[in-house]
């Protein structure tokens, strides 16, 4: 059974800072895997998409990379900025269903 | 496109009421999805849809929930008789090509 894992729960670090986010998952079998973000009562916000085959997707400020050799994934976001505060939750998708880490709430100070 | 539609935002009810949530897809995606969310069990795939036809429904939690999409445009998720339990925030999404989009929510309470 597929088991997604993010880690840290909770990251709080200064505006301007580099910073990764890390996801795990337990089955390298996997179809691809996406990085989502959800902002305080609001709906979930598709980031970066990473097919099976790909390595690394980029998005602006944003880099996702893809180990599935080690079960592996991050999320890394440049320069950020307060608007970055929310929470980034990745999924992987396994049998064409998404299976869901249970997120990383990340605070950016000013 | 306005992206996924839910309605209601917001819906309080009283334990042993019927409740209705609505979602109106994104126009052409093929797959439409309702998830629950609480802070104790994250996000859980309820119910999947792909053309309209319900593909797996083994997240549904009871029988006293159901789902239906009569047309492409269109599904509802119902709960008959709605307990405290089943106080969360459910979401529906469609895709197509593994692109998600997710509406806002509806926030359930049940007293």
């Known amino acids: 059974k597929q088991e997604v894992t993010q880690i840290p729960a909770a990251l709080s670090v200064p505006e301007g800072e580099n910073l990764v986010l890390n996801c795990s998952f337990t089955?390298?079998?996997?179809?691809?895997l996406q990085w989502f973000r959800q902002d305080p009562g609001k709906g979930l916000t598709s980031l970066l998409l990473i097919q099976s085959s790909q390595r690394e997707q980029t998005s602006g400020r944003l880099n996702a990379s893809l180990d599935k050799s080690s079960g592996r994934s991050t999320l890394y976001i440049a320069a950020s900025q307060p608007g970055d505060s929310a929470t980034y939750l990745c999924a992987v998708n396994s049998n064409y269903q998404l299976i869901w880490g249970a997120g990383t709430k990340l605070i950016i100070k000013p | 496109d306005a992206g996924v539609i839910q309605s209601p935002r917001h819906e309080v009810t009283e334990m042993g009421q019927e409740v209705t949530l609505r979602c109106k897809p994104i126009?052409?995606?093929?797959?439409l999805f309702w998830y629950r969310q609480t802070m104790m069990r994250g996000l859980e795939l309820l119910i999947y849809?792909?053309?309209?036809?319900?593909?797996?429904d083994s997240g549904m939690p009871e029988d006293r929930f159901s789902a239906k999409m009569p047309n492409a445009s269109f599904s509802t998720l119902k709960i008959q008789p709605s307990e405290p339990r089943d106080s969360a925030v459910y979401f529906c999404a469609s895709s197509s090509m593994d692109i998600y989009t997710f509406g806002s929510g509806t926030r359930l309470t049940v007293v």
């Open positions: 126009s052409g995606h093929d797959y």
């Open positions: 849809f792909n053309n309209n036809v319900p593909i797996d």
């Open positions: 089955d390298s079998a996997i179809y691809n």
